[in-house]
């Protein structure tokens, strides 16, 4: 397993379940419940993808700021950052940055930023942007991405096991990294991990998208739930392994 990458690991789910879910969404305080299957997640990675490297010409060597909470729309991110080659960083310090409306402060000095509308209370408001309201100096990611090219097929997969991918991990590290805590999390082959940590550090990415990932598995995120809740989309979303 060490000799894959987290993306070519994507890359297989794409090809042999594109139709199974790989990430459930829940919103408690808003109702909202958005899920993504790998086929559609594949396009919106791979118009990521195109954003960083036609538009943006970032590749291997390339750095990004991902400061994005727990949310549907932030796994695209992170996997399309992976496919164009960048490594990812929650330094200020990176080539381009993708952040929330909480979080724009946070790559002040980047030169390309990018805005995602995680806050909205509407049903799958971030897929629809800011409509023009994004924070002063960022750009809107929905209005760059919606252009680009979403077929899985033009997306190339530059970086290599021994390349950068987080900090002080390269992606073949990480994929092992992330095969370890899906052992101490006690994910098998196909599990499904329901997770209501909110996203904070490279770390947090690990566990609650590289582990479902590499374990060919899926991920249910539940924010603002109590215990009740969680317990019933525990049973509800048959999830085999759970992260809090």
């Given at each position: 397993m060490h000799q894959l990458t987290p993306e070519r690991r994507f890359a297989e789910l794409v090809a042999t379940e594109g139709s199974r879910p790989?990430?459930?969404?829940?919103?408690?305080?808003?109702?909202e419940r958005s899920e993504l299957s790998v086929r559609s997640l594949a396009n919106?990675?791979?118009k990521t993808h195109h954003l960083l490297t036609d538009e943006l010409g970032l590749g291997v060597g390339s750095t990004a700021l991902v400061a994005l909470p727990a949310h549907?729309?932030?796994?695209?991110?992170?996997l399309g950052c992976l496919t164009a080659g960048l490594a990812l960083t929650d330094e200020p310090?990176?080539?381009?940055?993708?952040?929330s409306e909480h979080t724009a402060p946070d790559a002040a000095g980047v030169l390309d930023v990018y805005a995602v509308a995680t806050a909205s209370v509407a049903p799958m408001a971030a897929a629809q942007g800011?409509?023009?309201?994004?924070?002063?100096?960022?750009?809107?990611?929905?209005?760059?991405?919606?252009p680009q090219g979403d077929a899985?097929?033009?997306?190339?997969?530059?970086?290599?096991?021994?390349?950068?991918?987080?900090?002080?991990?390269?992606?073949?590290?990480?994929v092992d990294a992330a095969a370890a805590r899906a052992d101490e999390l006690g994910l098998a082959d196909g599990g499904r991990l329901l997770s209501t940590r909110d996203w904070t550090s490279p770390a947090d990415w690990v566990d609650a998208v590289?582990?479902?990932?590499?374990?060919?598995?899926?991920?249910?995120?539940?924010?603002?739930?109590?215990?009740?809740?969680?317990?019933?989309?525990?049973?509800?979303?048959?999830a085999t392994a759970l992260l809090r």
């Open positions: 790989f990430v459930t969404y829940y919103n408690e305080a808003t109702g919106w990675v791979a549907w729309i932030s796994v695209p991110i992170l310090d990176a080539d381009v940055a993708f952040v800011f409509r023009g309201a994004e924070p002063a100096d960022t750009q809107d990611y929905v209005v760059a991405v919606r899985w097929a033009g997306v190339a997969m530059p970086a290599g096991p021994d390349d950068p991918c987080l900090p002080g991990l390269a992606r073949g590290a990480a590289l582990t479902p990932l590499v374990v060919g598995g899926s991920l249910v995120i539940v924010r603002n739930a109590g215990d009740d809740v969680i317990d019933r989309r525990v049973q509800q979303e048959r």
